[in-house]
């Protein structure tokens, strides 16, 4: 079984600094996806970014990047020159590639404050 | 864009009562899922539903749950005598090819159920 950890429960950054969120995972699996997930207060699950396991090369998405270490199972989300409406909880996701059906397994989730 | 539509947006229901919580996933998506997100949890798997059956659950989806997709549109998820710790938002997800392809999981906007 897969699990994802989140060890901050709640970040803070100024407008236009940069933060970065953490996220550890365990898997036996050898291929899988990662994704980070946003959900505002208005509690929609919106997709930030993803990585296929098998590709070395980061992801980046505008603002958002990830640092993915695969062999330290680590998948941490960069956000640059932050703004007000990334105020958020952020969930790391773990998916499995492959026949898998596609079941994602979630981190405990990060809130993220931006300050003006 | 399309996108993965839930009905009702929130339900109240007495304790010991049966609840319907609905969904219309993405057109052109074969693999369909529910997650619950318990207040101030992470969200969790709840069960995958492919080619008109289940793919995979958890262990919280027991024998109280239940699962159907009645007609070429709608997905439903059904909850038999309700108890107090089923209030959650649950969301439906969908996505066209499970977890061949690092294609994501497209999430409704969730149904909050209130137990009474």
């Known amino acids: 079984a897969q699990t994802v950890t989140q060890s901050q429960p709640e970040m803070s950054v100024q407008e236009a600094e940069t933060v970065t969120l953490s996220c550890t995972y365990d898997?036996?699996?050898?291929?899988?996806?990662l994704f980070w997930y946003k959900q505002p207060p208005s509690r929609q699950m919106i997709l930030v970014i993803r990585?296929?396991?098998?590709?070395?090369q980061n992801a980046t998405e505008n603002r958002f990047s990830v640092n993915f270490q695969k062999a330290a199972k680590s998948f941490s989300l960069k956000i640059s020159d932050s703004q007000l409406g990334d105020t958020a909880m952020y969930f790391c996701?773990?998916?499995?590639?492959?026949?898998?059906?596609?079941?994602?397994?979630f981190g405990q989730g990060t809130i993220l404050t931006v300050h003006p | 864009e399309p996108e993965v539509t839930q009905t009702p947006s929130h339900q109240v229901t007495q304790m010991g009562q049966e609840v319907i919580l609905r969904c219309v996933p993405i057109s052109n998506h074969l693999y369909f899922y529910w997650y619950r997100q318990i207040l101030g949890q992470k969200v969790e798997f709840l069960v995958s539903f492919y080619n008109n059956e289940i793919s995979e659950k958890s262990e919280i989806f027991d024998d109280q749950f239940s699962v159907e997709r009645p007609d070429g549109s709608n997905f439903t998820l059904k909850i038999r005598s309700t108890k107090l710790e089923d209030s959650a938002m649950y969301f439906c997800a969908s996505n066209q090819q499970g977890g061949r392809t690092n294609q994501p999981q497209h999430f409704g906007d969730g149904t909050r159920l209130s137990i009474l």
């Open positions: 996701a773990f998916g499995a590639g492959g026949t898998s059906y596609g079941k994602l397994t």
């Open positions: 898997t036996s699996e050898s291929n899988y996806y």
């Open positions: 990585q296929e396991a098998y590709k070395q």
